[in-house]
């Protein structure tokens, strides 16, 4: 008799779908791999939410079986996640040196210890269970980036990470292209490549070109202090001012944790070189002329609490913006955050800043393949099967249909979403069951509940909220003082708030106090009262919140 072959499981818990919170597990029998755990940033819709993460409920279910995690490079929207994966489950960690680095700095200010660490190299290969997996250098905008090949019983299968083929990286190390042809002649069976710039034909800008014109822009503001806002994990482009400032004889000030920590963690891993002498502390700048010194600074996204948009506020102490100032915003906006830059933009413009940004210069290039080198990869790859990933619905299907292009057959595709399980064998590639999967929210702590943290911060933001505040004696069941109302973000006239408070005083006498306990009973006909009150006169359902004081 045949021997059954067993199915290899590519189960999806984020990064499908959406952009960012890149995470996807693989198994086969009793053996797990992941491949990243990543975040994402709220979007305007989820009011007081500081990060959203993958739901792993699936995998903290099956710790038992999970081998290894594997980090494809140290962008937040993979290892972002990481913190709140590993309270739950210890498990090791797989990754370059920088990007081991940048994970264990948001681990140590999490709390979280005791994880093994494995520093790997471009070329290295690592054995998890039923997995080999081998690391291919790729370009990306941070240092260590690396695609995976992953051997498994039913074929290879190759997962992009985020890359791009920069035939002038700042490094030195172009993307691994004969690598990926030695691959793709042995046999691909699947390819999970990433989909951010699809839509964009051509090749992608090299990272050098950002040089040359940040190098036209010290020369043009020779006489003016340079502020410049990037990414802080973006080690190339800090860099490349970082050179830039050395040449035009200016001091190097850092601004914002995250870009301090960046600048600190790849500097002693050697990934950055920082003249001595060239740094000064923020707090010294005012000893320096305007011409002499450039502040690098965290803030490209008009984040709230970064350091640009505070000095755009003039919320920043050290930093006073005035009509002496150019500030460079180098990166791109982020889908979403695009209002809260131009806010930033415009302040600064208010200020007397001259403000340049990515749309009308130069300033920034992407770390992700547009159109041509995408079909580069799957030309040297010639995968069997295809499953696009990393990026939304739009981008994953027109991956497809560049893969058709390509070669790759209709019956050979899958669009995937979070939650779905594909089982792949050598002939043969499938939906299979769908798992628990989503989002988890983080607002200073995880969140189980996603829909009633959002609904009921929206509910708040629309409606608003009513108090209502009632004295009695907890002997008698009398009022001590009549009921007041406090009222936020809801305006009711006078003589509706006379009539909750009649409401109050009826509903309250038809109650034995001395019976009710807690007075949960009570609140709960408190609030139903009011609320049909308020709806039937303003139309609006605030959220009502009773609160009885006994004396």
Known sequence: MKKKTKNLKIRFLGGVGEIGKNMTAFEYGNDIIIVDVGLTFPSIDMPGIDLVIPDCSYIIQNSDRVRGILLTHGHEDHIGGLPYLLKDIKVPVYGTKLTLALAENKLIEQGVKGVKYNTVKPGSKVNLGAFSIEFINVNHSIAGACALAITTPVGVIVHSGDFKIDLTPINGEIVDITRFSEIGKKGVLLLMCESTNVERSGYSMSEQVVGETLDKLFSANSKRRLIIATFASNVYRVQQIVNLAQKHKRKVAFLGRSMINVVETASKLGEMRVPEGLIVDIDKIKNYQDKDIVIISTGSQGEPMSALTRMASDDFNQVKIGNNDTIIISASPIPG????????????????????????????????????????????????????????????????????????????????????????????????????????????????????LVRDRIHLSEDGIIVAICCISAESGEFIQEPFFIQRGVVLLEEQILECKNIVYRTIHDFDIKELGDNAELKRKLRKNLKNYIYKTTKNTPIIMPVITEI
Do not use: W
């Open 337 to 452: 955050n695009e209002k809260s830059i131009y806010n930033v933009i415009n302040n600064l413009y208010r200020k007397g800043a001259d403000v340049v940004y990515d749309d009308l210069n130069s300033i920034h290039v992407s770390g992700h393949a547009c159109q041509e080198e995408l079909k580069i990869l799957h030309s040297l790859l010639k995968p069997k099967f295809f499953i696009p990933i990393h990026g939304e619905y739009r981008h994953l299907k027109k991956h497809c249909m560049l893969a058709k292009d390509m070669g790759v057959k209709d019956s050979n595709m899958l669009i995937c979403d979070i939650g779905d399980t594909i089982e792949l064998l050598p002939k043969s590639m499938k939906r299979g069951e769908q798992f628990k999967a989503g989002s988890k929210l983080v607002d200073g702590f995880t969140i189980d509940d996603t829909e009633t």
